[in-house]
């Protein structure tokens, strides 16, 4: 009876050893793609996002509330959250871009190629966005999301243009992994992205509107008023720092607008200072 008892309580541990063993090894396998997971949840929403705003010509702007809190469809199961969040926000601003830009969406084996691939090498204005580049796709791509956020943070500080006084820049290694290869030519392909998406938002319509912008949500926020750009004077009339050197007055609005968005949206959720 005490022997029979003792091999139910060991065969019962076995079980419980194994389990764990097998937990813990899912969670592992799991944990490298907790981002990939992310980033199509992020992308499907960020494309129908897109696509309603093109659909009512509304301004771009993809930093809605599923944008800032990053986290639908995620399940504990899948591993950690920060990284989940992560890829998300990277597959919703790419969602956003395609369905704003009326391209078709991507599959799942299309997430990480570069516009020129599928749509032409030419973002919504005109610009030389992105060119194709291989299986170092996603260097460009980090790089380029990655300047634009650098161009914010100098026009945040009021800071001249200087791409070369960021961290990400010099080293150029966010985002890399070796299965894209060679480094060094991941941090090339990651540093002429940086530049091209530092230089694309760095202009005078964009700061101008960003800083502005940022005055504005903090009038809103000051007098306890809901978030809204669009009430504002400057943002309707969106002509403030333009001369004729700054080429169409039309574009500038355009850009400048743009800006006031972006500035008004990170003032307002705090990520602005």
């Known amino acids: 009876m005490l022997r029979d008892l003792k091999r139910a309580l060991l065969a019962a541990a076995m079980v419980l050893a194994l389990s764990g063993f097998a937990l813990a090894h899912d969670e592992r396998a799991g944990g490298s793609d907790v981002s990939r997971r992310g980033y199509q949840q992020g992308y499907n929403d960020g494309f129908q996002h897109g696509r309603e705003d093109h659909d009512r010509n509304s301004d771009y702007n993809y930093q ?40 078709s969406g991507r599959s ?9 691939d599928r749509n032409g090498s030419y973002d919504r204005e ?10 170092n796709d996603a260097a460009y791509d980090t790089g380029y999301r990655d300047g634009i956020e650098g161009a914010q943070k100098d026009i945040r500080k009021r800071k001249g243009f200087d791409f070369n006084d960021h961290d990400w820049y ?17 941090r090339q392909r990651y540093r002429q992205g940086y530049e091209a998406g530092y230089r694309d938002t ?21 007098r306890h008023q809901s978030p809204d750009p669009t009430r504002h004077n400057w943002y309707r009339d969106a002509k403030r720092g333009y001369d004729g050197r700054n080429g169409n007055h039309e574009d500038y609005r ?8 972006a500035g008004y949206n990170d003032a307002y959720s705090g990520q602005g200072y």
Not at 65 to 93: H, P
Not at 170 to 186: H, L, V
Not at 202 to 219: E, I, L, N, Q
Request: proline share 0%.
């Open 126 to 135: 005109g610009r030389h966005r992105r060119g194709g580049y291989g299986y």
């Open 202 to 222: 760095f202009d005078t319509a964009y700061a101008t509107g960003y800083r502005d912008g940022m005055v504005g949500a903090r009038k809103d926020l000051h």
């Open 64 to 103: 809605g509330d599923d944008y800032r809190r990053a986290d639908r469809g995620y399940d504990s199961q899948y591993g950690d959250r920060d990284q989940f969040v992560a890829g998300y926000r990277d597959g919703y601003r790419a969602g956003y871009d395609d369905g704003y830009n009326g391209r």
């Open 254 to 261: 355009q850009r400048y607008r743009q800006g006031y968005v």
């Open 108 to 116: 799942e084996s299309d997430y990480g190629r570069d516009d020129h």
């Open 170 to 186: 010099r080293d150029a290694k966010r985002g890399y992994s070796s299965s894209y290869g060679d480094k060094e030519s991941y």
